[in-house]
C-alpha cells in the first residue's frame, strides 16, 4: 500500500501560538479530501481556546503555502466538527461546533474557486435536550452534483437539508407536519433528492435498528427496520436504489444491504467485533466506482473495509485522539491527518 505524504512540514503550525507553547496545532478534528487528492481540508484546533481553531486548505500538488479559511465571526472563535468538499475542489462545506462560551452551532459553505469566499452562513438550533450535553455540531453528507447539503442537528434532533447555492432551506426541521427525528448517521444521493438517515427520539433508541429515506420533495418517508443495534453510517449507491448501512450488532461491526424505497432489506456482511467504546461510533461510508467502503475505528486502529465482500483493505494502527481520518469520495484512498503531518494511503 503506497503511502504519500500531503503537506510539507510546518504547514498545519497555528498562526498565533500561545506564548511559551509550541506553533503545532493541538488536535485535528476534522479531515476531508477531493478524489485524486489535488485539495486536502483539516481543522485543528486548541483545547480550551477555541479562538486558535484553523482550518487549512492544502494543494499538494501545486507549490505554496495552504489557504486559511476564515472561520470565527465572534471573538470567542468556532471549532470544526465535520467538513466536506463539493462540486470536485470548487466548494467546502463546514459544520462548526458550539464551545461553552457558545453553546449555537453553525453551518458554514465557502467557494473555493476562483477565488475564497463565502456564500452562506446559517445557525443551527440551541440544545433542548441537556441529555445529550452541549452542542457538537452537524454532521455532514453532500450530494453528488453538489447541489444539496443535508444533516441532523444534534441539538434538536431535527434533519435539515440546504440548497448549496443560496443556503435556502429544503428541509426544515422545526417546521409542520412535525419534524422527523434523527441523529448524526446521514447520506444524500447523487442528485439530492432522497435523504437518509439514522431514526431517532429522545433518550430513546429507534426500534429495531429503524433508518429512514426522506423525499424532500414529496415528503414521503419510506421506514427501514435494519436489525442493527446501532447505525455508524449510511450511503447511496450511484444510482440510488440501495442504501448501505454499516452498524453494529452483537458487539461486530455489520453492513446491510436495503433498498431505497423501503421495501425490503437484502445482504449481510459481518466485518469484525468491535471493543465497548467503538460500539457506538458514528462514520461516513462511500460508495464509488470501487464499491461500497468504510473507515472503522477499533481503538487506536483504523481499518478500510470493502461492504459488499466484507474484507479488510488496509489498517492504519497507532492512531491517538488528536488524529483524525477520512476516505476520499470515491473510496480510494484513506487521509490521516495528525497536528503535524497529513498522509494519503493508497488504497487502490
Given at each position: 500500500m503506497a503511502v504519500r505524504q500531503l503537506c510539507a512540514p510546518g504547514d498545519l503550525d497555528l498562526r498565533r501560538p500561545l506564548p511559551g507553547r509550541p506553533a503545532a496545532a493541538q488536535r485535528v478534528t476534522a479531515v476531508a479530501a477531493t478524489a485524486g487528492l489535488s485539495r486536502i481540508a483539516v481543522a485543528t484546533a486548541a483545547p480550551w481556546f477555541p479562538g486558535l481553531a484553523e482550518l487549512l486548505v492544502l494543494r499538494p500538488d501545486e507549490a505554496g503555502p495552504p489557504r486559511r479559511v476564515p472561520l470565527a465571526r465572534r471573538p470567542q472563535g468556532a471549532v470544526v466538527r465535520d467538513l466536506l468538499f463539493s462540486s470536485g475542489a470548487a466548494a467546502l462545506t463546514v459544520s462548526l461546533g458550539g464551545t461553552e462560551e457558545q453553546q449555537i452551532g453553525q453551518i458554514a459553505h465557502f467557494a473555493l474557486e476562483p477565488e475564497?469566499?463565502?456564500?452562506?452562513?446559517?445557525?443551527?438550533?440551541?440544545?433542548?435536550?441537556?441529555?445529550?450535553?452541549?452542542?457538537?455540531?452537524?454532521?455532514?453528507?453532500?450530494?453528488?452534483?453538489?447541489?444539496?447539503?443535508?444533516?441532523?442537528?444534534?441539538?434538536?434532533?431535527?434533519?435539515?437539508?440546504?440548497?448549496?447555492?443560496?443556503?435556502?432551506?429544503?428541509?426544515?426541521?422545526a417546521a409542520e407536519p412535525p419534524r422527523v427525528g434523527g441523529s448524526e448517521a446521514v447520506a444524500v444521493d447523487a442528485d439530492g433528492s432522497r435523504v437518509a438517515f439514522r431514526l431517532c427520539r429522545p433518550y430513546e433508541r429507534a426500534p429495531d435498528g429503524g433508518i429512514a429515506v426522506l423525499t424532500p420533495a414529496s415528503g414521503e418517508l419510506a421506514v427501514v427496520p435494519t436489525g442493527l443495534d446501532w447505525c455508524a453510517g449510511l450511503a447511496?449507491?450511484?444510482?440510488?436504489?440501495?442504501?448501505?448501512?454499516?452498524?453494529?450488532?452483537?458487539?461486530?461491526?455489520?453492513?446491510?444491504?436495503?433498498?431505497?424505497?423501503?421495501?425490503?432489506?437484502?445482504?449481510?456482511?459481518?466485518?469484525?467485533?468491535?471493543p465497548g467504546e467503538a460500539s457506538q461510533q458514528t462514520?461516513?461510508?462511500?460508495?464509488?466506482?470501487?464499491?461500497?467502503?468504510?473507515?472503522?475505528?477499533?481503538?487506536?486502529?483504523?481499518?478500510?473495509?470493502?461492504?459488499?465482500?466484507?474484507?479488510?483493505?488496509?489498517?492504519?494502527?497507532?492512531?491517538?485522539?488528536?488524529?483524525?481520518?477520512?476516505?476520499?469520495?470515491?473510496?480510494?484512498?484513506?487521509?490521516?491527518?495528525?497536528?503535524?503531518?497529513?498522509?494519503?494511503?493508497?488504497?487502490?
Open positions: 475564497l469566499s463565502e456564500r452562506w452562513r446559517r445557525s443551527l438550533s440551541r440544545p433542548v435536550y441537556a441529555g445529550f450535553g452541549e452542542c457538537d455540531g452537524l454532521r455532514l453528507a453532500v450530494s453528488a452534483d453538489g447541489r444539496t447539503v443535508a444533516g441532523c442537528d444534534q441539538s434538536s434532533r431535527s434533519v435539515l437539508a440546504w440548497s448549496a447555492a443560496d443556503g435556502g432551506r429544503l428541509v426544515d426541521g447511496f449507491a450511484p444510482d440510488g436504489g440501495t442504501v448501505v448501512v454499516l452498524g453494529v450488532v452483537a458487539g461486530a461491526a455489520e453492513a446491510v444491504f436495503v433498498a431505497a424505497d423501503g421495501t425490503g432489506v437484502g445482504a449481510r456482511r459481518r466485518l469484525a467485533p468491535l462514520l461516513r461510508p462511500v460508495w464509488g466506482a470501487a464499491g461500497p467502503r468504510a473507515a472503522v475505528r477499533a481503538g487506536r486502529t483504523v481499518t478500510v473495509w470493502q461492504l459488499d465482500t466484507g474484507e479488510p483493505l488496509c489498517s492504519v494502527p497507532d492512531l491517538g485522539r488528536s488524529t483524525a481520518w477520512s476516505l476520499t469520495p470515491d473510496g480510494r484512498a484513506l487521509v490521516v491527518a495528525s497536528p503535524t503531518e497529513v498522509r494519503g494511503h493508497d488504497l487502490g
